[in-house]
């Protein structure tokens, strides 16, 4: 991939960060826009140079999550068939590969990555967020995913168990509340919160002073975590939590197509509410 219209990519002191960058959008997430952050973190990821990765967000808002409006740069046509009906089995490989997917092989790269948060960050953008290692937030962030409005168990890399607690998570699945910076700091969601005029500039101080300790030791003490968890069953339980989440697309095929809209203006007034 050569050209990249949704994404930045700038490497200092041993840090790479990668800038969502449709910020007009609230950085909604596309197909290509997904295409490109997977590229970009496997080009920090094979950088001898670069020994920690930042994901963050332009403008107001980390990520709305799916782009729900419609893509020119998506490919959901190509999941339907000649008569526009859609069929699960194709729903379900693409899913599998662009989102747990993607989301599964950035959860496991050997280098410590680090997400800036600001804003909504809505369903969809847990599929960013909860791969990485370390979130610094800013103090104006709502996280939250409201998708049991469209007839869904949440989104498909489904951390939410892991990292909320169990009924945490089953209270903000049920009511669609959001969580803020001080509840996701206590919780242990978020390393710190920050004046958001200060995210950035924060995030990348961290960044550049884990940056400084030996590479090997670093991809060896992130294995180590993440082995642990995999032990305890987090592999495990995103696998069959995703099988879940794909029987909600069944029930909208035989309700009524794909993806189902249920109360779809109820969550696009969730993502264009100010904080």
Known sequence: MNDFTYVDYEVADAVATITLARSEKANAQNERMLDEVDHRF????????????VLRGEGKHFSAGHDLGGSPDSDSAGLQEEDGSWQL?????????????YSWHWRNIPKPTIGAIQGKAIAGAFNLIFPLDLLVVADDVEFSDPVVLMAVGGVEYHGHTWEFGARRAKDILFT???????????IGLAREVVPR??????????????????????AQAKRAVNQT???QGYYAA???VFD??????????SVGGYPILMRLDEMKENINREP
């Open 42 to 53: 496997r080009t920090a990821e094979y950088d001898d140079e670069v020994k920690v990765i």
């Open 89 to 101: 089995h194709k729903i379900y490989r693409w899913e599998a590969r662009k989102y747990l997917g």
């Open 176 to 186: 669609q509340r959001t969580m803020g910076a001080e509840e996701a700091h206590q």
């Open 197 to 218: 005029d200060q995210l950035w500039e924060r995030t990348h101080q961290i960044a550049a002073q884990i940056a400084t300790n030996n590479a090997f030791g670093l």
């Open 229 to 231: 968890l995999d032990t």
């Open 238 to 240: 995103l696998q069959s």
């Open 244 to 253: 879940v989440h794909s029987t909600g697309h069944g029930n909208a095929i």
